[in-house]
């Protein structure tokens, strides 16, 4: 039976939100090429690497070269260790998940990699993908913004599912999905690390975001620094600053404000901190029981 070719018409996949074991299945040991010589599809193996190619789909865009020359040293000196997620691709393979090991190890001049090969369709070479590069905080904030709006837009994906896949809250996929109305130009300075995604959040709204981006790298303003010069910039912004300064708690420091906003955008959660003279309590928010396992797997260290 054919897939629904409209994409509001496709069925939820139940691996949808379990992270990438149930999105890749269980896998078979595969020793001995097919006997047909066609691909094959399933199985783990070892196969050239120049028969493997990149996905043009692929989430992540920006690769450090420093950080390419790192990795290809290592594999250099002890293999690959994690195998390339691929899927037969003609008479290729397409990388699903692994595009840097893959460049890593072409880099280290190996013959041949190891590859956990799956037959999956478009959506599910996306979202593995996505799901990869983000448990390993691989992509900048606009690469995984663009993910999700492709996912939306192209697949039928809702918010919700979205924030179900990646463990993170629905206002998390949202707020990045928001930085995609900046100008390229702001764009930019969030790829290459200029400006933080807390900076880009505060400019999404702001009347002519690329000259404040430009003033908020030149006198190397905090996110805080930022938002209000973005507060100030509106029509009447100076005068709405004051009235939020004589409304807001007095106690209030910028200083947890700012740290639960850099907390929250690290986990994609609500976070609390209510601080006093002896001490305070921190108060993380979350919507799901997959929310709540991955944060007692960074707290334990058990992240993959």
């Not at 993908?129 to 448990?135: F, G, M, P, V």
């Not at 430009?214 to 996110?223: D, E, F, K, Q, T």
């Not at 108060?283 to 709540?292: G, P, R």
Request: charged share 25%.
């Amino acid at each position: 039976m054919t897939e629904p070719t409209n994409p509001a018409a496709r069925k939820p996949r139940p691996g949808l939100g379990r992270g990438l074991s149930a999105l890749l299945g269980d896998v078979q040991r595969v020793d001995e090429p097919g006997a047909t010589g066609q691909v094959q599809a399933s199985g783990v193996r070892q196969l050239p690497v120049g028969s493997l190619v990149p996905h043009p789909g692929q989430p992540r865009r920006f690769f450090d070269e420093a950080a390419l020359d790192d990795l290809a040293a290592s594999i250099a000196a002890r293999g690959l260790i994690q195998p390339i997620v691929v899927r037969p691709h003609g008479k290729e393979y397409q990388i699903v998940a692994g595009e840097r090991r893959w460049r890593a190890a072409q880099r280290a001049r190996l013959h041949e990699v190891p590859v956990i090969v799956r037959d999956l369709d478009d959506a599910e070479t996306l979202e593995i993908a996505l799901l990869e590069n983000i448990q390993r905080e691989d992509l900048n904030a606009i690469e995984e913004a663009d993910a999700y709006a492709k996912l939306i837009k192209e697949y039928g994906h809702s918010q919700e599912a979205l924030a179900k896949l990646v463990h993170k809250s629905r206002s998390h996929v949202a707020n990045l999905m928001r930085l995609l109305d900046l100008p390229p130009e702001v764009q930019r300075h969030v790829i290459d690390g200029t400006l933080t995604m807390g900076h880009a959040r505060a400019l999404v709204n702001a009347p002519d975001p690329e000259a404040l981006a430009a003033r908020v790298i030149a006198r190397g303003l905090s996110v805080r620094e930022t938002e209000k010069l973005a507060r100030d910039a509106k029509p009447g912004g100076q005068g709405a600053g004051e009235s939020r300064r004589t409304t807001r708690n007095p106690t209030a420091d910028a200083d947890i404000s700012a740290l639960e906003q850099q907390l929250g955008d690290v986990l994609g959660l609500g976070v609390r901190i209510a601080h006093g003279d002896k001490g305070g309590t921190l108060t993380i928010s979350y919507a799901s029981l997959d929310q709540l396992d991955m944060v007692c797997q960074r707290l334990s260290g058990d992240v993959i």
